[in-house]
């Protein structure tokens, strides 16, 4: 309804302040008193701690305090947690390493926080840092999680034998072996689904701000869901009660899931703020974000597809070892489990599934959710096998999927989850025709005849958004729940407030949450503002994350928006003389349906708080709350194609075109909704073709820790996308919304790494695909 | 970074002076190579003497086929400058393609060849333009000035000032780039004049910048890309790591060798 409503192609309202350099970061942040943090990190990728002397530190210049680990342990400050248990298939619980926010006896990733140097500047705190002496006793180290789990291996943890974290099943084994057995062809690949570094643009940063008379502390930081973080920073580190805790996160310059969790630094520089009397500030530098924050992926998995003589799947098997780092990061348990292994039913009828998953605690950089978090790994697997599978077949490989395709809806796949509806024929067909499939041969004719290796591979995903419903995630070990709460807060002059526990930190919530508004009131987004990020401002709330803020923290602002709409019929129904069932909203004006009887809706507004005539025994105001807790997670599910052109001399892939049919559900702003798609290939295509993780196998030294060695996606790496939409809403939700955050990294690389293999005529490549790589199987093959 | 001072030399005697009075100085001109390792404090000089507010290092002077650069004429400027362009395009091209914008009007061709990175472009054209190195102190050919891996024939408080050459009759640069660095995985840069073809390579060689020899011969008696194709570098020559194996370097040599030939 209206220009600003839902569907509206609406330009994003807080785009103002961060195209101008007007946004306002952590980093920004600025309390009279404050003073600079560095921290002491380790050098060795794992060491046991014999001693620090900060003796000279000390002495240096502008230096108010060095602190240590022992010190934070005798003070009570909790170490971090896992928040999902994971029990292995033989019943007992993951193995949780213990994590202190400061290491105090061992270090175990190259990084790993070891003391904190609070001083009058930034430059002063760095020098007396490295003037802090820590006397290690370096031991043996191990980065590869399948060399983690083989005998003789560096024990990382002492209560994870043989490092392993948790050995987890989800299926029917028996079914699949025997469908195995007994299937007229098996597919079997061996993946490797590289590692990747978040890079969000803006830094990890945190200012810790005790303030002594109150006794109560303020946090500023760089958080997708700063509730979350109070919480846990309150109930499980042992900082400061929720009441005397503020947790703030103001504009985050992009997050990917690497600021879903809290970190030692933000504990640690509120614990010093205490310790030292000043307020403490910390920014990463782009090294300490290559170091510490969270990595992505990083398994290794063989899959196996089974198939009847007609070509139809009856059986798949996918056996994963995956890297967890040197400490279980805050959802990280979850992500090859329950964000991973219950997808592989993809978009296929598949009567038997079984997934095996080892993780392994390493002497790497934690590993937890990121763009995607287990389902791009889910679909890389898939859709390569499946891809794999026609082309053994000799079969075309959308019609191998099309044979396989789920055609009814609610589907209950074997594997726990029911999918809520699709049309996952639709997507592909938008999508062969967005890039004429069927013109493909004389394009690789035409490309052949000037030297060029031309090929295509397509990807159609599924995946699950808006994780829930709270009672089911719990049973399945979870220690939150995922609802999302909204405050709708009409003022009296007619604008409008809305509080949400959905953060933004790029994603638009200012203006595709102010159109849900605008929508159903007829009032301008302009005089609608969307509050978030402050746990002083809003009340609890989950946060944004796995495409959730559409799926449930709209839904959330739609139960909230119900309620007002509610009363305000009453109000107005009370002041017009007329029954509430007969008034409707349109455009700005409450109205007697079919009459001229009319009020502003400000006059409305208004009356709710002058409260001089309302109906009896009705409170003033203008102004409710909601929660929603949906009954299933979502599942957005599209078909992406690529093409590429490959220089044999050279392995350079160039890609020439890229489409992506998504069916999202509803779109409440088809721009947003397309950035976000574009960014999410960008991602995707950047796993497939650029960023490759590397450590040192000896020492555990990060080799790509900067942009000279990380091979970050810039614009001209990238093609320009052509995206669409097929639409069949969620009826799990009142928007009908999917989500559509994820999407673009979770279907990409497949297709790519299936058109760079057509090209080349050589299965054998991994992500990602560098020309080196695939000059190499070029000639290997 | 570490605490450090600095100093704007208004001349090159000047530069010199100050250079001498540092405990351990550094000159800077572009500072894009420097000033990144200083911040990840792998330099530390008490000093930094910043050479780029001296005139006498700056600009392009271009007469006949003679030419010379200021050793404080920016990559931008080399890329933009249409005299250059007129004589010898291949260097105004090969400069038009380091780094990004931000490094090229920063960037110094001074700074540069005084560095020798391994995989910087401008020696490899250097070694193809049989170019002359003017210091404060004496003039170097390019053979003699590249010495190694980020060596040269520099002294400790030696100033480069300007490079000259003589332009040749065609030339071309064929550049890989590294895929996250940019810089280059192999570049070659051949001249061909009026002695002969000369070809400059870089970004491959574990010495740092070569002559390839065996293609300067074959190119000199069949100048085309053809000429190249039964000829190759030897891999055990050349750098390994992350990005391109030894073979993979050695065959995008003989590629990008094969795309300058073409190009011209
Ligand atoms: C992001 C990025 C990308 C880049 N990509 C490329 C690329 O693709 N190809 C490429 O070739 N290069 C590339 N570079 C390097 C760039 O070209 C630098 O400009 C160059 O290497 C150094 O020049 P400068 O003027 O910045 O020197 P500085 O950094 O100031 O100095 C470098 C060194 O040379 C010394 N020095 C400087 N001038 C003189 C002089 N006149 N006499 C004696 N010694 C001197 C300094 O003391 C210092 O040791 C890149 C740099 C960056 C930051």
Same mark, same amino acid.
């Given at each position: ?150 005998? +003789? ?77 109070? %919480? ?20 985050? +310059? ?117 763009? =995607?978090? +287990? ?52 997507? %592909? ?64 002059? =007619? ?125 003033? +105001? ?95 790496? %990238? ?27 979770? =279907? ?34 | ?23 351990? !100085?550094?000159?800077?001109?572009? !500072?894009? @190579? ?97 170019? @002359? ?14 010495? !190694? ?52 390579? @870089? ?62």
């Amino acid at each position: 309804m209206g220009m600003e409503g839902i569907g509206a192609r609406v330009a994003r309202k807080e785009d103002k302040r961060f195209i101008t350099g007007k946004g306002r970061y952590t980093d920004d942040m600025s309390v009279p008193g404050m003073k600079h943090a560095a921290f002491v990190r380790s050098p060795h990728a794992h060491a046991v701690i014999k001693g620090i002397d900060s003796s000279e530190a000390e002495k240096m210049p502008g230096v108010i305090g060095v602190l240590a680990g022992a010190e934070m342990t005798t003070d009570g400050i909790g170490s971090l947690i896992c928040g999902w248990m994971i029990h292995s298939k033989d019943g007992s619980p993951m193995n949780m390493g213990d994590w202190r926010p400061l290491a105090d006896k061992k270090v175990r990733y190259v990084g790993d926080a070891v003391a904190i140097v609070v001083a009058d500047t930034k430059a002063q705190a760095r020098d007396a840092a490295e003037a802090v002496k820590v006397d290690y006793d370096v031991l043996p180290a191990v980065t590869s999680a399948v060399d983690a789990l083989k005998p +003789g291996a560096p024990q990382i943890h002492d209560n994870a034998p043989g490092n392993q974290i948790y050995d987890w099943e989800i299926g029917d084994l028996d079914a699949v072996d025997k469908a195995i057995a007994s299937a007229a062809h098996v597919t079997t690949l061996d993946l490797v689904n590289n590692r990747l570094v978040p890079n969000a643009m803006e830094p990890r940063a945190a200012l810790g701000v005790y303030d002594e008379a109150e006794d109560h502390y303020t946090c500023w930081t760089t958080s997708q869901n700063p509730h979350v973080a109070r %919480l846990v920073m309150s109930a499980f580190y042992n900082v400061a009660p929720e009441n005397k805790l503020r947790v703030i996160a103001p504009d985050v +310059g992009g997050g990917f899931g690497s600021k879903i969790y809290i970190y030692p630094e933000e504990i640690t520089c509120l614990w010093a703020s205490k310790k030292t009397g000043v307020p403490v500030k910390w920014v990463a530098d782009r090294t300490e974000s290559f170091l510490t924050d969270a990595h992505g992926r990083d398994h290794v998995t063989t899959i196996q597809m089974a198939f009847d003589a007609d070509n139809k799947i009856t059986a798949l098997k996918a056996d994963t070892i995956a890297n967890l780092g040197a400490y279980m990061s805050l959802f990280s348990s979850v992500v090859p489990t329950y964000l991973h292994a219950i997808l592989y039913s993809g978009q296929y009828v598949i009567p038997a599934i079984h997934c095996n998953m080892r993780t392994a605690y390493t002497n790497t950089v934690p590993v937890d959710a990121y763009r =995607g978090a +287990g389902r791009p790994e889910t679909t890389y697997a898939l859709e390569r096998v499946v891809e794999t599978a026609a082309r053994e077949l000799g079969v075309s490989p959308a019609e191998l999927r099309r044979k396989n395709f789920i055609r009814e809806w609610p589907y209950q796949t074997p594997v726990i989850l029911q999918y809520d509806s699709g049309d996952y024929e639709a997507s %592909l067909d938008a999508a062969m025709k967005a890039i004429d499939y069927d013109g493909f041969p004389a394009r690789k004719a035409e490309a052949e005849a000037r030297g060029k290796k031309r090929g295509i591979g397509m990807s159609c995903y599924i995946e699950a958004c808006g994780i829930a419903p709270s009672q089911a995630i719990g049973s399945l070990g979870a220690g939150v729940g995922l609802w999302e709460s909204a405050e709708i807060r009409v003022n009296a002059v =007619g604008t409008v407030e809305i509080l949400t526990g959905s953060h933004s930190h790029g994603q638009g919530h200012e203006t595709t949450f102010a159109q849900l508004v605008s929508d159903r009131f007829g009032v301008p987004i302009d005089s609608v503002s969307v509050v978030h990020g402050d746990t002083d401002k809003v009340q609890m709330g989950m946060g944004t994350y796995g495409s959730r803020s559409g799926p449930v923290g709209m839904s959330a602002v739609v139960k909230a928006l119900d309620k007002v709409e509610k009363k305000a019929k009453m109000i107005a129904a009370h002041l017009l003389e007329a029954d509430e069932s007969d008034i409707v909203i349109e455009n700005g004006q409450v109205k007697v349906a079919g009459t001229d009887k009319a009020l502003g809706w400000h006059e409305v507004a208004l009356n709710a708080y002058t409260a001089h005539n309302l109906p009896a025994e009705m409170e003033p +105001g203008l102004k409710e709350t909601a929660f929603f807790d949906p009954a299933n997670f979502s599942f957005p599910a599209g078909c992406h194609i690529c093409e590429v052109e490959i220089d044999p001399d050279t392995g350079k892939t160039e890609i020439v075109k890229f489409v992506a049919s998504d069916d999202f559900g509803n779109i409440i702003n088809p721009m947003i909704v397309e950035g976000q798609v574009h960014g999410g290939l960008a991602q995707g295509i950047g796993q497939a073709l650029l960023e490759g993780t590397s450590y040192d196998a000896e020492t555990g030294q990060l080799l790509t820790a900067t942009y000279m060695d990380y091979t970050m996606p810039r614009a001209d790496d %990238l093609p320009s996308y052509t995206v669409s939409n097929t639409v069949t809403p969620s009826p799990l939700n009142p928007l009908g919304i999917k989500g559509c955050g994820e999407a673009g990294a979770i =279907g990409s690389p497949p297709a790519l790494m299936n058109a760079i293999t057509d090209a080349i005529g050589n299965n054998n490549l991994s992500m990602p695909a560098t020309p080196q790589k695939v000059w190499a199987a070029i000639n290997a093959a | 970074m570490y605490e450090t001072h600095y100093h704007r030399a208004g001349s090159v005697d000047e530069a010199a002076k100050l250079m001498g009075e540092a405990e351990s !100085g550094k000159y800077v001109a572009g !500072g894009q @190579t420097l000033i990144p390792t200083m911040k990840q404090r792998l330099a530390a000089p008490d000093s930094l003497i910043d050479l780029r507010h001296i005139a006498d290092m700056k600009g392009i002077s271009v007469s006949g086929k003679d030419v010379r650069i200021g050793a404080g004429t920016t990559h931008a400027e080399v890329a933009g400058s249409s005299d250059l362009a007129s004589v010898c395009p291949g260097i105004c091209s090969l400069a038009g393609h380091i780094g990004d914008p931000h490094v090229r009007h920063m960037g110094t061709i001074g700074g540069s060849i005084s560095n020798n990175d391994p995989a910087a472009d401008y020696p490899a054209a250097m070694l193809a333009l049989n170019a @002359t190195i003017h210091t404060n102190k004496r003039e170097i050919a390019a053979e003699e000035f590249f010495v !190694g891996m980020f060596e040269t024939a520099l002294e400790e408080d030696e100033i480069v000032t300007a490079v000259s050459f003589t332009a040749p009759d065609k030339c071309a640069y064929s550049k890989f780039p590294n895929p996250a660095s940019r810089y280059a995985m192999a570049g070659v840069f051949v001249a061909k004049g009026g002695d002969g073809v000369r070809v400059g390579v @870089t970004g491959a060689g574990m010495d740092g910048a070569f002559r390839w020899s065996e293609a300067e011969a074959a190119l000199g008696s069949d100048f085309s890309a053809g000429a190249l194709d039964g000829l190759s570098v030897d891999a055990g020559d050349m750098l390994e790591d992350l990005h391109g194996s030894a073979e993979y370097r050695a065959n995008l040599v003989k590629v990008m060798a094969k795309r300058a030939v073409a190009a011209i």
